[in-house]
């Protein structure tokens, strides 16, 4: 076994698995997996730089991973930068801080490898399931990006396009610096439209109708299969692996999309930092399922992280 740590720092969050990995069978064990909402993308949509403020809350968050992967003795230390980071002008800082804090650089990955990494951690243990067939196609609904895969065994088509619940939040249902409580009919139209014109740009390349089972990754999808199934709290085990129908999943970003900040904010297994952009989210996974015609979303909490993870023991051999 081989004791690895990994971090994902994305639009909207930074995540840490802690887990042993059998680098030749692949089993992944487990020790630490948590979420810290950063924002780092706030408004990097609008200004092409990252805040300060938002740089500062994500070096809050390294510090106190750094002292975790320290506890638990892990061997190696892979940290991958998405979205945010990739769009940044002043990414530089960004390197920099993480640098100092956690001694290794970030990697600010292309949205292919973002890609290839999504797979990967999500379809490992589904490979075997009698009940899914594939080919898979694997969304990851993260906050400045959603990543498109479609694979077998292998990874055959990815495409990266910026449709995320923070990016669509921030150019579609913000005025005068605030979440609109709740969004007009011409705004959700328009967001609607963006996303659907993403849709387009990633059939281009990527056979997304070509998928017998869907496979759906990251906050927002996690957060409406706990909406769906009316947890008292966020429940990791009772969400991996569940399933949730389109007709659900409507219902769901219906509601979320005319309901206001106090009664999202309500909502038992809602993490504080989604309540704003959730709706968001929700309707680019409506949009997906539509448009292929997928009946329903496996939902997956193993993802980009599990796959960072696996990369990590494979570089250990």
Not at 168 to 187: F, K, W, Y
Not at 278 to 300: D, P, T, W
């Amino acid at each position: 076994m081989t004791r690895v740590a990994a971090i994902d720092c994305g639009t909207n969050s930074i995540r840490l698995l802690v887990a042993d990995v059998d680098p030749e069978t692949g089993e992944l064990t487990e020790l630490d997996r948590r979420m810290t909402i950063v924002r780092l993308g706030q408004g990097v949509d609008r200004t092409g730089r990252l805040a300060p403020e938002a740089l500062e809350r994500t070096f809050a968050a390294c510090r106190e991973y750094a002292e975790i992967i320290t506890s638990h003795g892990a061997e190696r230390l892979r940290f991958v930068a998405t979205s945010a980071s990739r769009d940044a002008e002043n990414r530089d800082a960004f390197v920099r801080g993480v640098l100092d804090i956690l001694g290794v650089e970030p990697e600010v990955i292309t949205g292919d490898q973002e890609a290839e990494f999504s797979f990967t951690g999500a379809t490992r243990e589904l490979a075997g399931r009698p009940d899914l067939h594939r080919p898979f196609l694997v969304v990851d609904i993260g906050g400045g990006s959603t990543e498109f895969v479609v694979g077998d065994d292998h990874v055959r088509a990815a495409r990266s396009v910026d449709v995320g619940c923070v990016r669509m939040t921030e150019r579609h249902l913000v005025r005068d610096g605030a979440v609109t409580d709740p969004p007009s009919e011409e705004q959700i139209a328009a967001m609607r439209a963006d996303i659907e014109a993403a849709l387009d740009h990633a059939e281009e390349t990527v056979p997304l109708r070509e998928a017998h089972t869907l496979v759906g990754l990251a906050g927002s999808v996690t957060t409406v299969s706990a909406i769906a199934q009316d947890l008292p709290e966020y429940d990791s085990e009772a969400i991996h692996h569940s399933r949730v129908s389109r007709d659900r999943v409507r219902e769901i970003t219906e509601w979320l999309l005319r309901s206001t900040h106090a009664e999202r904010a309500a909502v038992p297994s809602m993490h504080p930092g989604r309540v704003d952009v959730i709706g968001a989210g929700a309707l680019v996974l409506l949009s997906i399922m539509e448009r292929i015609g997928a009946e329903e979303v496996v939902v997956s909490e193993h993802d980009i992280l599990d796959g960072i993870a696996h990369s990590c023991a494979a570089e250990a051999r």
